[in-house]
Nanobody, 128 residues
Framework: QVQLVESGGGLVQTGGSLRLSCAAS????????MAWFRQAPGNEREFVAA????????RYTDSVKGRFTISRDNSKNAVYLQMDSLKPEDTAVYYC?????????????????????WGRGTQVTVSS
């Protein structure tokens, strides 16, 4: 079973950038579709971005399109979230999530309940 550890969060000014990383243990990382979610205080956990196990297709929530980029490196057992043009409303704890996925599956999942494996999160704070 894959275990996930996020890193790269921090405090940044509006308009700045951060790159989050999620390191996965285990040999079967390439069999998992991956996603990033975030949760701000008082809010539910929300979908941010997802990437298929092959890495050749991605999806984003509308509020981050054009600013965030999800990618993965299966040789390094890692998934990344490049966040540019950050806004105060991006402030949240960011979580990496994994879901076992059949080979060649093109299905994306946007609900946190669809993901079985989670990291502990990394805090991102954007100051105005």
């Amino acid at each position: 079973q894959v275990q996930l550890v996020e890193s790269g969060g921090g405090l940044v000014q509006t308009g700045g950038s951060l790159r989050l990383s999620c390191a996965a243990s285990g040999r079967t990382f390439s069999r998992y579709a991956m996603a990033w979610f975030r949760q701000a205080p008082g809010n539910e956990r929300e979908f941010v971005a997802a990437i298929l196990r092959s890495g050749d297709s991605t999806r984003y929530t509308d509020s981050v399109k054009g600013r965030f980029t999800i990618s993965r490196d299966n040789s390094k057992n890692a998934v990344y979230l490049q966040m540019d043009s950050l806004k105060p409303e991006d402030t949240a704890v960011y979580y990496c999530a994994a879901r076992g996925s059949p080979a060649y599956s093109g299905t994306f999942y946007y609900d946190s309940h669809d993901y079985a494996l989670w990291g502990r999160g990394t805090q991102v704070t954007v100051s105005s």
